[in-house]
């Protein structure tokens, strides 16, 4: 991902997630704050996928539609923020590819896990790529704000 591809990321992320919208600084904010954790997926009509990813202390989640000002210091899992597919994109094994290539990532760099917060009746494709649901304590609330199915899950890389 490149800050020109930002408005189509931004237009991908109006489709995909019409309930959870997030301003174009939070996207513009992760790529300069995690280049390596951001990336595209382009094909013969432009961006057709795109996920966001950083490092992120474990057992949690950073808030919906919220700057970060910087990563945190000691990170011990690897967040995937968004991944997000336009139909087109969908059913190509492209997600899969994704979610392979940052978990080569995220343990090239040192991480023992990567963790996320599902949505929209997406656990089953989560579970499929190793992740399984994990009760934190204390992090209900802020699950709440993702939606009532958001559920909070993590997968090992060890």
């Not at 432009?46 to 970060?68: K, Q, T």
């Not at 940052?102 to 009746?121: C, E, K, P, R, Y």
């Amino acid at each position: 991902m490149t800050p020109a591809d930002l408005p189509a990321v931004s237009t991908i992320a109006a489709a995909v997630h019409p309930d959870f919208p997030e301003e174009d600084a939070i996207f513009a904010e992760r790529l300069r704050l995690h280049p390596e954790g951001c990336r595209v997926l382009s094909g013969n009509g432009g961006l057709g996928a795109y996920v966001i990813s950083h490092p992120w202390p474990a057992g949690s989640c950073p808030p919906l539609n919220a700057l970060l000002g910087a990563l945190p210091v000691g990170a011990e899992s690897y967040y995937i923020h968004d991944l997000a597919l336009m139909p087109a994109a969908r059913g190509t094994g492209a997600a899969a590819m994704a979610v392979a290539a940052l978990a080569d990532h995220a343990g090239s760099v040192g991480f023992a896990a990567m963790s996320l917060v599902a949505v929209n009746g997406s656990m089953g494709f989560w579970r499929r790529q190793g992740f399984a649901i994990e009760d934190v304590p204390g992090l209900a609330a802020k699950l709440a704000s993702y939606g009532d199915d958001a559920l909070f899950m993590v997968r090992a890389l060890a």
